[in-house]
Structure formats: structure tokens, C-alpha cells
């Protein structure tokens, strides 16, 4: 019913999966970035800080927060999407 022969058998202990050997095994990308320990691919990166320099630009510029916002956002999305297509593409 529970299985208890099976937690007994060393075999079983040792094929586990765990968080720290699928990171080992996972592909990474040339072009990544840590933040926080998380790696991040460049062209995401990338994307948001264009955002954030167009948010505070616009922002200044305008000095309206929606304006700023909407602009940061959509030339944020369109980067991250053309960056991720052209990265897909290249590899």
C-alpha cells in the first residue's frame, strides 16, 4: 500500500530528481545574465532597460505619467518580441 520496501532500497534514493541537478542538466543560452541567482537571456535584459529609460524620458518629456507608461510598456513588449524572435532564429 505505501510502498515501504521501495524507500528502503538505496536505488531509489539516489535517482531522484531534484532542483539542483536540473539546473545542472538544463541548457543555457551564451548570452544569459544572472539576476538573483535566476539567469536571464541578454535580449530580455536588454528589452527592459530600453523600457525604463523610455518610461523616464517620455516621463520627463511630458511630465504626465500615462503617456509615459503606455510608451515604456509597448516599446518594452515590441523589443522583448523582436529580440526573442531574432535569438530564436539565430541559434
Same mark, same amino acid.
Given at each position: 500500500? @505505501?510502498?515501504?520496501?521501495?524507500? @528502503?532500497?538505496?536505488?531509489? &534514493? ?6 539542483? &541537478? @536540473? *539546473?545542472?542538466? *538544463?541548457? &543555457?543560452? #551564451?548570452?544569459? +545574465?544572472? +539576476? ?17 529609460f523610455v518610461l523616464v524620458t517620455v516621463g520627463v518629456v511630458t511630465a504626465s505619467a500615462g503617456p509615459a507608461v503606455l510608451s515604456a510598456a509597448g516599446v ?5 518580441? #523582436? ?7 539565430? &541559434?
Open positions: 500500500m @505505501f510502498r515501504v520496501a521501495e524507500n @528502503f532500497t538505496e536505488s531509489y &534514493r539516489e535517482s531522484m530528481t531534484t532542483a539542483e &541537478r @536540473f *539546473q545542472d542538466a *538544463q541548457a &543555457r543560452p #551564451a548570452s544569459t +545574465i544572472s +539576476i538573483a541567482g535566476v539567469p536571464w537571456p541578454a535580449y530580455k535584459v536588454f528589452a527592459l532597460l530600453i523600457g525604463a518594452t513588449t515590441a523589443l522583448w518580441l #523582436a529580440l526573442g524572435a531574432f535569438h530564436r532564429s539565430s &541559434r
